[in-house]
């Protein structure tokens, strides 16, 4: 049984800082590509960022290029979401997902993504 528990969401005005984390009940957490999706009302999901098993590559939509970071400790089987310069548009529910199907290839399909937390809120407030 995989579980992944995302935390770290919350309201924050524009401009300012979030972190958010996502904790993985997998055995072989450092095999797979872990990616952060997100959701905002009326929306579909999309993609935010991805990083590989050993974290030697990363992608990003170009929405959040140079402002939200992702990395990844295996070791505590968390992967992580920096997010700066945080704006309105950027207002969503945040998911992390587990692409079991792949060790170093990052896609950016919700479909592929086989195993989803709960999600967790990012307001930003203008």
């Known amino acids: 049984q995989v579980q992944l528990v995302e935390s770290g969401g919350g309201l924050v005005q524009a401009g300012g800082s979030l972190r958010l984390s996502c904790a993985a009940s997998v055995r072989t957490f450092s095999s797979y590509v872990m990616g952060w999706f997100r959701q905002a009302p009326g929306k579909e999901r999309e993609f935010v960022a991805a990083i590989t098993w050993s974290g030697g590559s990363t992608y990003y939509a170009d929405s959040v290029k140079g402002r939200f970071t992702i990395s990844r400790d295996n070791a505590k089987n968390t992967v992580y979401l920096q997010m700066n310069s945080l704006k309105p548009e950027d207002t969503a529910v945040y998911y992390c997902?587990?692409?079991?199907?792949?060790?170093?290839?990052?896609?950016?399909?919700?479909?592929?993504?086989?195993?989803w937390g709960q999600g967790t809120q990012v307001t930003v407030s203008s």
């Open positions: 997902g587990v692409d079991v199907s792949s060790l170093n290839l990052i896609r950016m399909f919700p479909d592929v993504y086989d195993y």
